[in-house]
């Protein structure tokens, strides 16, 4: 059975930075494209960043590039989400979810973690 389970959420002030963690069991990161998304309050899930498995190349939404970094430790299975000059709109719980597709749509996903909450103050 594959758990997914997100951390390091909190609260900052805009300008500051958190680190996401995503662990997983019962499956391999060095076997699946991981990706995180997140959930504004009345808004759809979105797609953030992903790594791929292969190359571990990186792509990232309009709204995070150059502010996220995505990243993964294949030794402990986790990845992390770095998260620098947060803004308000940030605020949203962040899930973590993981497939052999390509593909940045929500609703191809099966499992997810339960999230964890990021609240960016201005």
């Known amino acids: 059975q594959v758990q997914l389970v997100e951390s390091g959420g909190g609260s900052v002030q805009a300008g500051g930075s958190l680190r996401l963690s995503c662990a997983a069991s019962?499956?391999?990161?060095?076997?699946?494209?991981v990706y995180w998304f997140r959930q504004a309050p009345g808004k759809e899930r979105e797609f953030a960043a992903t790594i791929t498995w292969r190359y571990s190349n990186t792509y990232y939404a309009d709204s995070v590039k150059g502010r996220f970094t995505i990243s993964r430790d294949i030794a402990r299975n986790v990845v992390y989400l770095q998260m620098n000059s947060l803004k308000p709109e940030d605020t949203a719980v962040y899930y973590c979810?993981?497939?052999?597709?390509?593909?940045?749509?929500?609703?191809?996903?099966?499992?997810w973690g339960p999230g964890t909450q990021v609240t960016v103050s201005s």
């Open positions: 979810t993981a497939s052999r597709r390509t593909t940045t749509t929500s609703a191809d996903f099966d499992s």
């Open positions: 019962g499956l391999s990161f060095s076997s699946y494209n």
